[in-house]
Nanobody
Framework: VQLQASGGGLVQAGDSLRLSCAAS????????TGWFRQASGKEREFVAG???????AYADSVKGRFSISRDNAKNTVYLQMTTLKPEDTAVYYC??????????????????WGQGTQVTVSS
């Protein structure tokens, strides 16, 4: 399973970005896919997830601003980020594992990780 995350960049506070996660060797409609982020000097934290059946979950810090979705035909998961804040600055990772119905929020529950994409939000 290989995951390729893309779409990061340098933006200003209030701007939007869309991250993409493309997979090979894994069908996203079968397993839960998540986005985590890791800011410098901090632990990796859950951001959003989408189950195999399409249910979604979000960290409290991004609810109402971020939206996770999936294009089944392209086998790609997206993270639409709006109203970005400086505290959203981090490396964002997409991940998947062996869960299908639940959306774990612990990174230890996931087996495969993309390489990460940097998101920097300036104030």
């Amino acid at each position: 399973v290989q995951l390729q995350a893309s779409g990061g960049g340098l933006v200003q506070a209030g701007d939007s970005l869309r991250l993409s996660c493309a997979a090979s060797g894994r069908t996203f409609t079968t397993y839960t896919t998540g986005w985590f982020r890791q800011a410098s000097g901090k632990e990796r934290e859950f951001v959003a997830g989408i189950s195999g059946s399409g249910h979604t979950a979000y960290a409290d810090s991004v609810k109402g601003r971020f939206s996770i979705s999936r294009d089944n035909a392209k086998n790609t998961v997206y993270l639409q980020m709006t109203t970005l804040k400086p505290e959203d600055t981090a490396v964002y990772y997409c991940t998947t594992g062996w869960k299908s119905l639940t959306i774990p929020t612990s990174y230890g529950e996931y087996a495969y990780w993309g390489q990460g994409t940097q998101v920097t939000v300036s104030s």
